[in-house]
């Protein structure tokens, strides 16, 4: 079973930031998963709420501000004094730190509140000038971005996020069409991911920070797990295998 380091190494680092995603970089793990918004100046940030509240100094929607204002923030602190300093980074400098590494980068299409016209563009653009098409998942609650984005890229690897039990979620995953199913932590032990897994689907569930859970996983033959905790958890994984 994979390990992808949830929005970088969060659990260790302030999520989604330069430092989380280097931590997360340096260790001998499948991938990594961040989250996309779009700027009111149409710049792609890293960053998982609509608002900068949680995460930073500051208040106010990311489609609201410009990078110059979203950067005038400091998004490390509330994790930690050491990290203060931490500013919000755009796609481009996220997807630097692993252009020379082998990870699998997850880039979750944030649109399923905002729509952000023109994201899947601005994203398919710059990972096929970034030269990174072929190691890449998008993934999005919002499955008609997905459906569009395969429309757009059909030789990029996409996935649908769900939290909901799905009936047959296989047969909807190919009518999306969708490479993958991303799915919560509560429906992994449903009926749903144990026919979705017979039938052939690719399953990765999230988020997954408790070793039961993750052995349980494992057990049960899912595909990868996305956890805040990577390293931890890579020990963990390595460990049951080598008994």
Same mark, same amino acid.
């Given at each position: ?30 991938? @990594? ?11 792609? *940030? ?15 929607? %990311? ?7 979203? #950067?005038?923030?400091?998004?490390? #602190? ?34 399923? *509140? ?8 601005? *994203?398919? %653009? ?40 799905? @009936? ?5 995953? #190919? ?14 032990? #449903? ?13 990765? %569930? ?38």
């Amino acid at each position: 079973m994979k390990i992808y380091a949830h929005r970088g190494s969060s659990g260790t680092h302030p999520e989604n930031t330069l430092a989380a995603f280097k931590e997360a970089a340096g260790l001998n793990i499948y991938g @990594v998963e961040l989250d996309v918004h779009l700027t009111k100046d149409g710049e792609l *940030v890293v960053i998982h709420d609509e608002t900068i509240n949680r995460t930073s100094n500051g208040e106010g929607f %990311v489609k609201d501000l410009t990078l110059t204002e979203l #950067r005038a923030f400091d998004y490390g #602190r509330w994790f930690g004094d050491s990290f203060a300093g931490e500013t919000i980074p755009t796609l481009e400098e996220v997807l630097a730190i692993y252009q020379d590494t082998e990870h699998h980068v997850n880039i979750e299409l944030k649109s399923d *509140v905002f729509p952000y016209e023109g994201m899947g563009e601005k *994203v398919l %653009v710059t990972i096929e000038t970034m030269d990174m098409a072929q190691r890449v998942v998008i993934s999005s609650f919002d499955h008609e971005a997905i459906r569009e984005f395969k429309k757009m890229a059909p030789h990029i690897e996409v996935a649908i996020l769900t939290s909901d039990v799905l @009936v047959d979620a296989y047969d909807y995953a #190919r009518f999306i069409p969708a490479d993958a199913l991303h799915i919560s932590l509560s429906t992994a032990q #449903r009926k749903m991911t144990k026919e979705a897994l017979l039938k052939g689907a690719i399953i990765r %569930v999230f988020t997954v920070n408790k070793v039961e859970y993750a052995l349980a996983l494992q057990q049960l033959g899912v595909h990868a797990i996305f956890t805040d905790f990577p390293e931890k958890m890579m020990r963990v994984l390595e460990s049951n295998v080598n008994r």
